[in-house]
């Protein structure tokens, strides 16, 4: 029953290294878009929302 010996200080270092490193990748995912990509997106969600609008039977009126 020998085991490895293990430094924990390392290993706990280590282990927060890999969790930053995920962390950073799930950002550069969710923010890591260029000025362009992010335009691009808005403007498909504008006709999308124009299309959307032209389609209504009655509109709606504002409450103010």
Do not use: P
């Amino acid at each position: 029953m020998t085991g490895e010996i293990v430094n924990l200080r390392k290993f706990r270092k280590a282990r927060q290294r890999d969790e930053k490193e995920k962390q950073a990748e799930q950002n550069r995912l969710s923010f890591g878009r260029t000025k362009a990509e992010k335009a691009v997106t808005t403007a498909l969600n504008e006709k999308a929302k124009r299309s959307l609008d032209q389609r209504r039977l009655e509109k709606s009126e504002e409450k103010d």
